[in-house]
């Protein structure tokens, strides 16, 4: 059984950082690409930041150079270090993985994370 277990999140003041990470564990053949998901209160979950297999990363235009996503192959972690928090980063965080199991067939599986609270309140 694969899972995604994440740390991090809490209370921040405007300007100010906090980190995620995320670690995957359980029985499977690889992890290709991760992110992170932004829910705000009353909306959609929505992607800020991806990164490939191979360290390609992708981050949506509002979080562009305040967020940077990061992944240690070796520990299955991905990380989202968060700096010049702004009040409508406020919401949970959910860490995303398309994990290659291999069973009768080989196939690629979207798993997440059971979301962490991020709040940005001054």
């Known amino acids: 059984q694969v899972q995604l277990v994440e740390t991090g999140g809490g209370l921040a003041h405007p300007g100010g950082s906090l980190s995620l990470s995320c670690t995957v564990s359980?029985?499977?053949?690889?992890?290709?690409?991760m992110g992170w998901y932004h829910q705000a209160p009353g909306n959609s979950r929505v992607m800020v930041a991806g990164?490939?297999?191979?360290?390609?990363?992708s981050y949506r235009d509002s979080v562009k150079g305040r967020f940077t996503i990061s992944r240690d192959n070796t520990k299955n972690t991905v990380f989202l270090q968060m700096d010049s928090l702004k009040l409508e980063d406020t919401g949970v965080y959910y860490c995303?993985?398309?994990?290659?199991?291999?069973?009768?067939?080989?196939?690629?599986?979207?798993?997440w994370g059971q979301g962490t609270q991020v709040t940005v309140s001054s």
């Open positions: 990164i490939t297999s191979g360290g390609r990363t």
């Open positions: 995303n993985a398309g994990i290659v199991e291999v069973k009768d067939t080989v196939s690629i599986n979207d798993y």
């Open positions: 359980g029985s499977f053949f690889s992890i290709n690409t």
